[in-house]
């Protein structure tokens, strides 16, 4: 259950009504709701939820969930208890490239808490926390399913794997060069799923 | 060598795409299926067969298509459950990464025997990257023929589309994921109904695991009865192995059901035994979810029997002293792993991921991980031991579904095989980390 549930947010009238997806990314959302028999649209919450963080800076506001719930003709109410349940919907602003270090069993086995400590270190933020300049956040995650190529972290889409301190030294000025979440954009993720 | 079923053409260049995939006998159980076969025959297949659900649970997968209600007019679906999330199981990933295709045969030649015309694969949401790969797929399949109108000229038409996840272990408990499919909150439902007779959206719905999925691919083109050749007794066919932990060669291995644990931590051909020459501990032989077992009773069962990769031999001497095959995510502990503190990222691992809705699982994990805190903390008391047992023992059988159990079985077996780490902590009033995770030497080489 995702702990970024927040207390009453102001909600902004004007930032809802310039909240619209894009061209493309409405083309996706067709196509995700065109899987499911007509009457049945909520279907689609979850994967459109994917499309919307991504649309919109990476997180999901009042504004952002307020607009998915009129696309899909659900109430407000219905996104929200889904995007506050699920793990991977940001409900606050994120940096640009969050780093999800995976913390169960294997990982720790192989190293993940040093992992954690080094990132902690040399980013200079606690886990929970985002850098100064908006770039990076860090956060811990539960099994990601790479438990054979531990220890590792995902950033977006990325998986990086069989992680060692030179390699995060590595990845992290690859994401501080490319100035943006490397992951979604990049596997065209707007114009697929 | 052991036979391979699934993954014998995994390290073959593109395998992924459908040119090579058909071009090494892919979408022949299609084939076969729709033009020679009916739909029954194909589940008496899989009877015969003996296959077993490969997602943990066991469940006999021919029995589990039998019970699909067929009212007259109503949908019929197969959901695919890949939402792998099961700590120490990343075999789904690697077979729908390197041989999505096989997936997607399985799903047509399914979904013919359970007479869907329209199937959903739901895969974790953090399988981002694995969810475009079968997308892919599924596009060579649509532009070929394989899925869409009239498959092959015949009656049968299919649709299959991928669903992707938002974030949640619990999604991986069937009527959790026909929830989250809904586009809900991942809460379980209470059985009965079963999801045979009112699954996806109330229509009669069978979910079954990738692994499930894609051996019947295998079994179709060799027949149920030659599968069942294979393994021993109830155990039939060949498993994914995810091995991980303190293993030499950490990774996915297609085993023949029967094999002993000792070749498998020990033989070249599979985990090539324990690193930098350390004694194995324990292992956890199933996913995080089945009971710990300390390096003796892996190896020989209190029968002094060698200890099988089946259903049946890891499962000898129920809880007390045996274990459960179960995803057949393997980990492996050596001699300087602290149990307390892995137990410790499990338990922490199920507070987080608890729906919420039943009151023994909600709180018990929670208080489970606060306890376990104190031990990491060196403020236990051995009381604690008896109250973590007591809460553990609380859970079991009150909840709707089986998450409090896998929440509770691994304290419970903990305590039963490594108490003494607990005692000594409570009365060092300390816990000194002696797990060595190669700190210096694995991190700092590339």
Not at chain 2, 122 to 134: C, D, K, L, P
Not at chain 2, 333 to 359: A, W
Not at chain 2, 372 to 399: C, H, M, P, R, Y
Request: net charge neutral; proline share 4%; with cysteine.
């Amino acid at each position: 259950m995702s702990s970024q549930v927040h207390g009453a947010q102001k909600f902004d009238n004007a930032k809802r009504s310039e909240t619209v997806f894009s061209e493309d990314a409405m083309k996706t959302v067709q196509t995700i709701i065109s899987r499911y028999p007509a009457d049945k649209i909520k279907s689609a919450l979850l994967p459109v939820l994917h499309v919307a963080q991504a649309e919109f800076g990476g997180w999901l506001s009042p504004e952002t969930m307020d607009y998915v719930a009129s696309v899909l003709k659900i109430k407000p109410i219905e996104v929200f208890e889904v995007a506050s349940f699920y793990s991977m919907y940001n409900l606050k602003p994120m940096g640009k490239c969050v780093l999800e270090v995976c913390q169960t069993s294997s990982c720790w086995l192989n190293g993940a808490e040093d992992i954690v400590k080094y990132i902690e270190k040399k980013l200079n933020i606690k886990v929970g926390e985002t850098t100064k300049d908006g770039m990076f956040s860090l956060k811990v995650a539960e099994c990601l399913g790479s438990c054979g190529t531990a220890p590792m972290l995902q950033c977006g889409a990325s998986y990086h794997e069989n992680l060692t301190y030179e390699k995060v030294d590595s990845l992290l000025e690859n994401y501080k060069a490319e100035g943006k979440l490397k992951s979604y954009t990049d596997l065209d993720y707007k114009n697929t799923l | 060598m052991g036979r391979k079923l699934l993954i014998h053409n995994d390290n073959m260049p593109n395998i992924h795409t459908l040119e090579v995939y058909r071009a090494n006998g892919g979408y022949a159980s299609v084939e076969k299926a729709l033009k020679t076969m009916q739909p029954d025959q194909v589940t008496d297949e899989v009877k015969k067969s003996g296959l077993r659900g490969r997602g943990g649970a066991g469940f006999p997968t021919g029995m589990k298509w039998g019970f699909l209600a067929k009212p007259e007019g109503v949908n019929r679906y197969l959901v695919c459950n890949a939402d792998e999330s099961e700590p120490g199981t990343f075999k789904d990933r690697y077979l729908m990464e390197k041989i999505p295709h096989a997936l997607i045969e399985g799903m047509i030649t399914s979904s013919y025997a359970l007479g869907a015309k329209t199937s959903y694969i739901y895969i974790r949401g953090e399988y981002f990257y694995v969810a475009r790969i079968v997308e892919a797929a599924i596009a060579e399949a649509y532009a070929a023929g394989w899925l869409g109108k009239n498959i092959l000229g015949t009656d049968f038409s299919h649709d299959c589309y991928v669903q992707v996840g938002g974030g949640a272990y619990i999604c991986g408990e069937e009527t959790a994921l026909l929830e989250s499919l809904e586009g809900k909150r991942g809460n379980p439902r209470i059985k009965p109904p079963f999801p045979a007779v009112a699954g996806l959206w109330g229509c009669p719905t069978v979910v079954n695991n990738v692994e499930t999925i894609a051996a019947v691919v295998p079994i179709i083109n060799m027949g149920g009865e030659e599968y069942a050749k294979i393994g021993i007794g109830k155990s039939t066919g060949t498993k994914l192995i995810s091995a991980s932990g303190h293993i030499n060669k950490p990774g996915v291995y297609e085993i023949e059901l029967g094999i002993t644990v000792e070749e498998f931590i020990y033989s070249e051909e599979y985990c090539g035994g324990i690193r930098n020459g350390k004694k194995l501990k324990a292992i956890v032989a199933g996913g995080s979810s089945v009971p710990i077992l300390p390096a003796a009773l892996a190896l020989t069962t209190a029968k002094g029997e060698p200890r099988l990769m089946t259903y049946e031999s890891l499962a000898d001497g129920g809880f007390l002293t045996g274990t459960m095959l179960g995803s057949g995510g393997f980990i492996a502990m050596d001699e300087d792993t602290s149990i307390v503190k892995n137990l410790f990222t499990f338990s922490r691992f199920y507070h987080h991921e608890s729906c919420g809705q039943c009151s023994p699982c909600r709180e018990g994990t929670g208080w489970m991980e606060k306890i376990l805190q104190k031990f990491l903390n060196g403020t236990a008391n051995e009381s604690d031991v008896d109250l973590l047992w007591d809460i553990q023992s609380k859970i079991e059988g009150k909840t709707i579904c089986p998450l409090g159990e896998a929440a509770a079985w691994p304290v419970a077996a903990a305590i039963r095989h490594f108490k003494h780490e607990f005692i000594e902590i409570a009365q060092k009033k300390k816990f000194v980390d002696i797990s060595h995770y190669d700190r210096l030497n694995k991190l700092v080489k590339a």
